[in-house]
């Protein structure tokens, strides 16, 4: 596994823009797939999006982030990013990072999660 602290969250008006980062320890980051969830005040929590091990980015169908969020990696930084425009109320939520490790079938590494609040 590996530890992952996020950062990035705020408070930010509607139609704007923040950047949540992800910093992971060890030396395997690169042979992670990452990605991060959300989760709203009483909802469930829901995955936002991904990025393979080989940088193929994927996106939720059911969250409507695609065209507004971009998943990015650093491997020499051992970062994960999540670049969000055009912020809606509806994203406010907490933000989580995640790693899924080679021949993993769930995420098994979880950040302590960072509040993006947006006011409309």
């Known amino acids: 596994q590996v530890q992952l602290v996020e950062s990035g969250g705020g408070l930010v008006q509607a139609g704007g823009s923040l950047r949540l980062s992800c910093a992971a320890s060890?030396?395997?980051?690169?042979?992670?797939?990452m990605a991060w969830f959300r989760q709203a005040p009483g909802k469930e929590r829901e995955f936002v999006a991904k990025?393979?091990?080989?940088?193929?980015?994927?996106?939720s169908a059911s969250v409507s982030v695609k065209g507004r969020f971009t998943i990015s990696r650093d491997n020499a930084k051992n970062t994960v990013y999540l670049q969000m425009n055009s912020l809606k109320f509806e994203d406010t939520a907490v933000y989580y990072c995640?790693?899924?490790?080679?021949?993993?079938?769930?995420?098994?590494?979880w950040g302590q999660g960072t509040q993006v609040t947006v006011s409309s």
């Open positions: 995640a790693g899924q490790g080679p021949g993993s079938r769930e995420y098994d590494s």
């Open positions: 060890g030396r395997t980051f690169s042979t992670y797939n």
């Open positions: 990025i393979t091990d080989r940088r193929m980015p994927y996106y």
